[in-house]
């Protein structure tokens, strides 16, 4: 069976990476205009840095949970597994998933905003580091900041179509076009939550739980 996985904050959640509009959630302590837009980093790149660096350590410490263990076990199995995450830790990979799609980009990696170069990012940024390839101190978190367009989208919207099953796990579904992929899911549609998302009624199935208890009992029952 060909699976399109759509992975949100709440994967993480239970590694210990903060979600983002859970209560305590990140965009209740941070102002995302200021750290996770372009006319933030502009005017003041040192706080952006600051905020993806504190990401980035805490990315470090944390360890792939049940959910991501689960996931990449549904992979390795006989299913045709497309993982895509709005995340941008690298839990699944470090579980072992291989095919995974990082539509909101990657804490790993920096970008150049002049010549778009990308590197693996060091731990800790700053704004007057150098381009690996152009030189200009223009660098930033390779991340898809509000008010840009998110990665792969052809790829993902080809996968998500062609999918006999679209689920989608721990997201609120209140950011696009993530949040509108279901639409274009031809298959069986699945949402795996805590509670019910902003976009709960147009999936067909729903399993509430934490993702990981909810996750590897489901993938059990696929395997
Ligand atoms: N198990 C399952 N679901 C959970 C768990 C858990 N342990 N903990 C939280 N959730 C659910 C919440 O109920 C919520 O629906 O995860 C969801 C998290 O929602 P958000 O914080 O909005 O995260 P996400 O949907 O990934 O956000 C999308 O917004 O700011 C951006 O770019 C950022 O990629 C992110 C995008």
Redesign the pocket.
């Known amino acids: 069976m060909k699976i399109a996985i759509l ?5 993480s ?2 590694s210990g990476l ?5 209560k305590g ?3 209740t302590k941070y102002d ?1 205009d200021e750290v ?1 837009t372009p006319q933030g980093f502009v005017r003041n790149p040192a706080l952006v840095h600051d905020f993806y660096n504190a990401r980035r350590a805490n990315c470090v410490q944390a360890a792939p949970n049940a ?1 991501h263990d689960a996931l990449a076990r549904l992979e390795k199995s006989a299913h045709d597994v497309t993982l895509i995450t ?3 830790d690298d839990l699944h990979e470090r579980a072992g998933s291989q095919a995974v799609i990082h ?2 980009g990657s804490l790993t990696q920096a970008t150049c905003a002049v010549c778009h170069a990308t590197w693996v990012a060091p731990l800790v940024m700053a704004p007057d580091d150098p381009c690996p390839d152009c030189a200009a101190p223009a660098t930033r978190p390779d ?2 900041w ?1 008010g840009e367009v998110p990665y792969h989208m052809d790829q993902i919207a080809k996968v998500v179509s062609e999918a006999d099953l679209f689920v989608a ?7 696009y076009p ?2 509108g992929l279901v639409e274009i899911a031809q298959g069986r549609t699945l949402e ?4 019910p ?1 902003a976009q709960a009624n147009a999936f067909e199935d729903h399993l509430i ?4 208890k ?1 996750v590897p009992d489901w993938v059990a029952g696929l395997l």
């Open positions: 992975t949100g904050a709440g994967v959640a239970e903060g979600t983002f509009r859970d959630g990140m965009w995302l996770a959910a709005q995340n941008v539509m909101h991340i898809v509000f796990i721990g997201t609120s579904a209140e950011v993530a949040a795996v939550n805590l509670a998302s739980g934490p993702a990981t909810v």
